[in-house]
Each structure stands twice: as structure tokens, then as C-alpha cells.
T-cell receptor, first 115, second 115 residues
């Protein structure tokens, strides 16, 4: 069964360092997302990506964040200068489109710990 | 106003019994989709069931069913014949519009199945 894969599963970094989280969405999907979940809290939308550009972003997704789809398969989230409050589980998700139920398929998450 | 409200932070159910997890939503868009996801302790997000705003019948998927009451704007998840493996966090989510991009998640309900 096709799945969304994320790497790394866990990353520990020092405050102020750059972090890149990688995702490989399901191959025929068209919409890509990043969500984050601070421990024990709700799932928060960060950004959506369609047709090689950001289609929507939340207020959390400030200038420290960027996304890229460099090679047609990977979908990356970069945090330029991490802060303590960036510690969270980051989920990548993808969906095919609006023609079906359009449910999100999530990866298993990348846990980021900022020290 | 919150787009998705889950008022039960924690629920307990006896094994083999049925349980209802509440979800209410807020939207003025006549077209929307409602989703339930399960998050076990391992952290991944697993899609369970979908209900479209124009669907005439309540969605069912195996032991999962969705009690969709459009006038009340509620989309409660019913799990029948609970199993120990059902112990997890459950999130209700909504996507607005036929081409809506962003998924709004509730704060989740922690379900514990008691043997």
C-alpha cells in the first residue's frame, strides 16, 4: 500500500540551527502539507503546497519556515533558525485531489527536539 | 470561533462495548468534508472515516460509523465492539469547500478501552 514517508524520525538540534525535514508523498498525489503537533496538543496546520507553490499557510509559518519540492518526489520543510518552541512532531501529509473523498494521508512524523 | 470542537478530552469504554466520540463543527460553506483520524501512542495519524456534507447516509467503515447530524453541525464517531487496540487519541477534522485546502483539526479525545 502506498504511503507517505518521512525522515528523520527524530532529530535533536541546538537552538539557532537550521533543520530540514524530508517527506516523500504518495506518488500520484497533488497536494502536500506540513502539520505540527506540540506534545499533547492538537494538530496545527502549517502550510499547503500545490502546483509547485504554497497555496495556503498559517500564521505559524513565518519567515523562519520554507518548503520546497526540489525534484518532483521529495517535499521538504526547512526551519532556518530553530527556537525552543519549535520542538514538536512534524507531520507531512498528501492527498490526491478534490475528486474523491480527498482524505489526507499522513507520514509517521518527524519528532524535532530543540535544546 | 473554533472550526472543530471536541469536548471530551478523555473517554473510557469497556471492551466489546460501543462508544461515541463527539465532534461539532462550524462553517458557513455548504460544501465540506468531515474526517476522523486515530493516533495511537506510536504517533502516526490513521484515517478512519469520511463524511461529505451532501452525503445522504451516515458513513460506515467496519466498526466505525459516523453519526452525522447536519442541522446540529455534529459528526460523532461511533466505535462498536471496542477492542483494546482502539485505545488511542481520536481527532475530528474538517475541510471546507469543494476545493478546500486546509484541514482543521479538533483538540482530540483520548480513548481508553478497559479489559
Amino acid at each position: 500500500e502506498p504511503e507517505v514517508t518521512q525522515t528523520p524520525s527524530h532529530q535533536v538540534t541546538q537552538m539557532g540551527q537550521e533543520v530540514i525535514l524530508r517527506c516523500v508523498p504518495i506518488s500520484n498525489h497533488l497536494y502536500f502539507y506540513w502539520y505540527r503537533q506540540i506534545l499533547g496538543q492538537k494538530v496545527e496546520f502549517l502550510v499547503s503546497f500545490y502546483n509547485n507553490e504554497i497555496s495556503e499557510k498559517s500564521e505559524i509559518f513565518d519567515d523562519q519556515f520554507s518548503v520546497e519540492r526540489p525534484d518532483g518526489s521529495n517535499f521538504t520543510l526547512k526551519i532556518r533558525s530553530t527556537k525552543l518552541e519549535d520542538s514538536a512532531m512534524y507531520f507531512c501529509a498528501s492527498r490526491f485531489g478534490s475528486g474523491n473523498t480527498g482524505e489526507l494521508f499522513f507520514g509517521e512524523g518527524s519528532r524535532l527536539t530543540v535544546l | 470561533a473554533q472550526k472543530i470542537t471536541q469536548t471530551q478530552p478523555g473517554m473510557f469504554v469497556q471492551e466489546k462495548e460501543a462508544v461515541t466520540l463527539d465532534c461539532t463543527y462550524d462553517t458557513s460553506d455548504p460544501s465540506y468534508g468531515l474526517f476522523w483520524y486515530k493516533q495511537p501512542s506510536s504517533g502516526e495519524m490513521i484515517f478512519l472515516i469520511y463524511q461529505g456534507s451532501y452525503d445522504q447516509q451516515n458513513a460506515t467503515e467496519g466498526r466505525y460509523s459516523l453519526n452525522f447530524q447536519k442541522a446540529r453541525k455534529s459528526a460523532n464517531l461511533v466505535i462498536s465492539a471496542s477492542q483494546l487496540g482502539d485505545s488511542a487519541m481520536y481527532f475530528c477534522a474538517m475541510r471546507e469547500g469543494l476545493t478546500g485546502n486546509q484541514f482543521y483539526f479538533g483538540t482530540g479525545t483520548s480513548l481508553t478501552v478497559i479489559p
